[in-house]
C-alpha cells in the first residue's frame, strides 16, 4: 500500500514563502516520480512540478523561478519550496506518487491535499 501525507500549506501574503513536504510510505512498492499539482476553485487541476528518482526536476511554466521541489530519500520525504508568492497561486496543493510494483506495474497514488492562500 502507498500512502502520502501533505503538510505546510497555510495562508501568507503575496511575496512570501511557504514550504509544502509530502512523506511518502510505499512497502513493496518502487517510487519512480513524486509530482506536486495544484487545484484553484473553478479549475482543473495543474501539474505544478515534478522529480523522478534521480533527481531530474521540471516545472511549470508559471512557477519557474519561485518554486524549488527536492526531496530527501533517507526520510522518503518529496519538498515544494514557494518563494515569491502570488494570489494566483492559491489553490489546494496534492501530492502524487508513481510507483511500480515487483510486476513492473504502474500505480498512481493521490495525497489528501493542503490549502495554499495567497493574500493580495
Known amino acids: 500500500q502507498v500512502q502520502l501525507g501533505e503538510s505546510g500549506g497555510g495562508f501568507v501574503q503575496a511575496g512570501g514563502s511557504l514550504r509544502l513536504s509530502c512523506v511518502a510510505s510505499a512497502s513493496s512498492f518502487t517510487i519512480n516520480v513524486i509530482a506536486w499539482y495544484r487545484q484553484a476553485p473553478g479549475k482543473q487541476r495543474e501539474l505544478v512540478a515534478t522529480i523522478t528518482s534521480e533527481g531530474n526536476t521540471n516545472y511549470a511554466d508559471s512557477v519557474k523561478g519561485r518554486f524549488t521541489i527536492s526531496r530527501n530519500n533517507a526520510k522518503n520525504t518529496v519538498y515544494l519550496q514557494m518563494n515569491s508568492l502570488k494570489p494566483e497561486d492559491t489553490a489546494v496543493y496534492y501530492c502524487?506518487?508513481?510507483?511500480?510494483?515487483?510486476?513492473?506495474?504502474?500505480?498512481?497514488?493521490w495525497g489528501q491535499g493542503t490549502q495554499v492562500t495567497v493574500s493580495s
Open positions: 502524487n506518487a508513481l510507483v511500480t510494483d515487483s510486476r513492473h506495474l504502474t500505480y498512481s497514488y
